[in-house]
């Protein structure tokens, strides 16, 4: 199969690209500083590079050439200014693979505050830290970036998922995650990076939550 990859070279990317090589998949990633990528090596064996940013019309059409299925672990770096990383890039994606005669199966990384009624199943104390302070203050444009992303995906006629984790951590993978396709688990306020990666590859052929957001916790 023909992986294509977006964020590859972020935490939670490069996790995925660990997951698409060792499972012999070909893995086409974009890259803007390709030497600080750590599968180059193997890349150039079972894959391919694309030179380039996700701002790009024509790196972006490059990257998704030839490809399956899509990932995409974009986001923005930091949580206190506007980066407006999704917004600029997931609609080129969606607009290139509308166009291309393949693929139609995308695969995002999103966030729990993407949609609204994400913490319908929280305790209200915890409710209204996160809906006072946290989203309005410390995640403002984190949260706007994710929502915009889901409804370019929504509106896209794609086959898409959005799998939408709370906290990230760099914890080991423990395997016994928990998952909602209404709302984030309750008391659910963190899962690994290693834990979601392996989630989302596992998109790849389960066809529960095809064009559909789903959310994922411990």
Known sequence: MNVAIFGANG??????????????????VLLRTPKDFPYLERLTLGGHVVHGNAFDP???ARTIQGADVVF?????????????VLPRAVPLIVRAMQQSASPKRIIALGSAGALPDALSKQPAWRCWIVESIVYPWLLKWPVYEQRVQYLSLLS??????MVMPPM???????????????????????????????FMFQQIDDPRWHRKGVYVGY
Do not use: F, M, Q, Y
Not at 172 to 191: H, K, Q, T
């Open 58 to 60: 024509h790196d972006v």
């Open 168 to 198: 990230l951590t760099n914890g080991r993978e423990r395997g016994n995650i928990r998952v909602d396709g209404d709302a984030l688990p309750p008391n659910a306020s963190r899962i690994s990076r290693a834990d979601l990666a392996r």
């Open 72 to 84: 995409s672990a974009l986001g923005a770096k930091s949580p206190l200014r506007n980066e407006n």
């Open 11 to 28: 935490a939670t990317g490069r996790l995925l690209t660990r997951h698409a090589l060792s499972a012999g998949h070909t893995v086409t």
């Open 156 to 161: 896209s006629g794609l086959d898409w998922t």
